[in-house]
């Protein structure tokens, strides 16, 4: 086996991103407008617009880089032009001032100045006059319309996705996949995604028979789901389940893969690091999800142990007769013991959680047969 050492040199780096910026244009200009005429990035800088000025902006790269956009101002002034914003008036632009500028305008004007930046803006709100205050606040903010705020409502997935992949999908994807659907139930369409996900692996699965390949992609899909229900707050014990299933696979075979390699590694390299099983797995960090379920569906410790051993007897066997390929080591686990261990996380209880660890470490490293042929 032949590990690839090229470091990429900051000119190789940078033609990185802009061949990235050229595809995000590519998709802005291909993106579907909504019904008042507005592409995604374009209704992301109208959610950005309050924080801009009327004039002597700085923007930040991640126009260029995340959105393609090269004048962040030119989108600005159509914004205005087309009614989606307005030019805030003096005393909407106090709450953008420092607490020093807003102290320094009441002291002239004999007004007390102390308390939180919010006593401080509403005392100018209410004390100082419109007239009086545009004299100290010459340059303004920007502030949405009634039009620009509907504009935000009826297209939250931007918002939502904004330059960030999220659950497998970009603004740009969700954009088309809305197209004659209603843009608020888009969150549908997140978890349409992800059945769409996980039929597409059962196909693959059936044309490769690469079970192993299927139980990796479907145990990352399962925390992507537990999670985006987590999010939404619904169908909780649903939630617990996939978590259930995707960990039990993950302690079962993805992390003891990791685990077995390292192991190889070092026997092939000397004095190279390992890292432990747990540390792999990374538990300690995937329970953080059962916590918030746990807490939400005010389960107990038996209760939150029951529902994974239940859980964990509905799984098929794992097939390690069908991955032997990849040499995954067989545990001899029970189901109790995986419960346990996972309780035992979500308690931070690491004597409990290291009993199990050390056994999985002792049945991998009794397993001699190399993971590299």
Known sequence: MTLSTHEYTP???????????RETKELAKNSFP????????EIFMLSYAPYYKTENNSFPQFWHYDFGVDNPQAILDMLLERGFIRIATAKESAEKLKVSELKEILSEH?????????????????????????QKIPVRRFALTELGEKELEDNEYVTYFGG??????????????????????????????FNQQLH???????????????????TA??????????????HLEDALKLWAEAAYYDIMISAVERY???????????????SRFNELINLSFKVKALRSIRESLNFSDDDLFQKLISYFSELPQIRYDLINQYNI????????????????EVNENTEIANEVYEDIEGQIKNDNTPIFK
């Open 34 to 41: 909504s019904i008042n005429g507005l592409r995604p990035h």
């Open 164 to 193: 960030s992949r999220k659950y497998g999908l970009t603004v740009w994807d969700m954009n088309l996949l809305i197209q004659n659907y209603p843009n608020k139930l888009f969150r549908d369409k997140i978890w349409s995604n």
């Open 221 to 234: 899909i399962h925390y992507e789901m537990c999670s985006f229900l987590i999010e939404e707050n619904k």
């Open 329 to 344: 080591t067989k545990l001899n686990l029970q189901i109790q013991d995986i419960a346990g261990l996972i309780v035992a």
């Open 200 to 218: 597409e692996y059962e196909i693959k699965l059936q044309n490769s028979g690469d079970i192993y390949s299927y139980y990796i992609q479907e």
């Open 110 to 134: 004999g007004i007390k100045t102390t308390g939180k930046k919010a006593d401080l803006v509403l005392s100018i709100q209410e004390h100082i006059s419109e007239e009086d205050l545009s």
């Open 11 to 21: 000119k190789e780096l940078q033609q990185q991103q802009e061949n990235k910026v």
């Open 260 to 274: 077995k390699m390292s192991l190889d590694i070092k026997k092939r390299i000397p004095y190279t690091d390992i």
